[in-house]
């Protein structure tokens, strides 16, 4: 049995089988980002272990057909133990055992890469300092002491919690939150719209004068989902303070008295903490003469670290970003009043391993093509001879 399943996991068969299914997972993802959008269809088909199916009113999901990490990780152990069983130390296979080497941590790192990469957005205006970046496809639901002056604490509930539904307890909160209603992508109407016949789903805060439309998600490479939910507020020893609507279209956050302190709840982008802080000075937008378009953009930024005792100006533009306790900041947008600039933070712990491994594989075509020239050289010298 043993034998049986290393005869399995070493085969070139298996190899074949991977890169056959890869290549019909990347057609079968392409095609559906005409429908579900880039974002969507990388969740779905590359970022996933399965392809789920979920039949129409079943209310279940059904596992068709194998998911880009399922096939990278299949393909990676098949790489390695295919090698690991074949290996034999000579010098003229040293250029193969390092192509495949280099191959290994290509797959390696592409899939700690999808696992474990962070991708998040800083926005700033001149003058403004943030400490924290956010992610533009997930949403949390911030429930905020203000109490204290000189603090606030804020407990933040990810927007897969929410999604789950029922109740959420937490240490740092003296009431129950219980999900009444989720809407992955909504639209907003008041009750006193014309035509609406929505009923409100929230009976506190500016979320009773509000109805709630389901729609679909968004497909757009721009677009985004208006995540809303409405959530009871139940103390444990007193009465509900009634249903909330939480939603990133309200905007400002809305106030509540609870265990006599005063709270605040507003539903956000996922936010990132960073130790540091970073300051925009200057934003430039350069643009060809006569035209719209831009030519170069760039983002003056002061970065202030106490706990290293940096502060240092940095200049961000294309091609040119800052890289700073294992994150880097690229230049990624603006907006329109070009004084708003948009960086993309990028947090990869295995950013060097393409590289590595183009080096490692670029030198082991090297080796092996040089040796066999070698050997080609020499033999013909002899006939010649």
């Known amino acids: 049995m043993v034998r049986r399943l290393i005869a399995i996991i070493t085969s070139l068969k298996l190899t074949i089988i991977c890169l056959v299914a ?193 729609v679909s998600r968004a497909t757009g490479v721009n677009d985004r989902d208006l995540v809303s939910a409405a959530v009871e507020i139940i103390p444990a020893e007193s009465a509900s303070l009634g249903t909330w609507l939480v939603s990133d279209a309200l905007g400002a956050p809305q106030t509540f008295s609870g265990d006599g302190r005063t709270w605040q709840l507003v539903m956000r982008p996922a936010r990132y903490y960073k130790p540091y802080s970073v300051t925009l000075q200057k934003f430039t937008h350069e643009r060809y003469v006569g035209t719209d378009i831009p030519k170069n953009f760039a983002s003056k930024v002061t970065l202030i670290d106490p706990e290293r005792s940096v502060n240092r100006n940095v200049l961000v533009y294309m091609n040119h970003p800052l890289r700073y306790r294992g994150e880097t900041y690229y230049q990624a947008g603006f907006e329109k009043d070009d004084r708003t600039s948009i960086l993309q933070v990028v947090r990869n712990p295995s950013f060097v391993a393409p590289y590595i491994a183009c080096i490692v594989v670029a030198v082991g075509l090297l080796v092996q093509f040089g040796y066999h020239l070698v050997g080609f050289s020499r033999r013909r010298g002899t006939v010649a001879a």
């Not at 880039?38 to 194998?66: C, D, H, K, N, T």
């Not at 880009?68 to 390695?80: K, P």
């Not at 129950?176 to 109407?189: C, D, M, P, T």
């Open 22 to 214: 890869a290549m019909v997972l990347i057609f079968a993802g392409t095609i559906a980002q005409v429908h579900l959008g880039i974002w969507e269809a990388q969740q779905r088909y590359f970022q996933s272990f399965f392809v789920w199916w979920p039949p129409e009113g079943r209310g279940l999901r059904i596992p068709i057909f194998p998911g880009g990490h399922l096939i990278g990780a299949v393909l990676l152990i098949n790489l390695i133990a295919a090698h690991a069983k074949r290996f034999q130390w000579a010098w003229r296979k040293f250029g193969i055992h390092l192509t495949h080497a280099g191959l290994i941590i290509m797959l390696a790192g592409g899939l700690f890469t999808d696992l474990f990469a962070v991708e998040s957005h800083m926005r700033l205006t001149q003058g403004d300092t943030r400490n924290y970046s956010e992610d533009p496809r997930r949403m949390e639901l911030a429930v905020i002491n203000t109490s204290n002056p000189e603090f606030d604490q804020v407990t933040a509930i990810p927007e897969a919690v929410l999604r789950r539904g029922g109740t959420i307890k937490h240490k740092s909160l003296p009431f129950r939150l219980v999900v009444r209603h989720f809407y992955q992508n909504s639209r907003l109407h008041m009750v006193s719209e014309p035509g609406v016949t929505l009923q409100p789903i929230a009976n506190q805060g500016p979320g009773a004068q509000v109805v709630v439309e389901a």
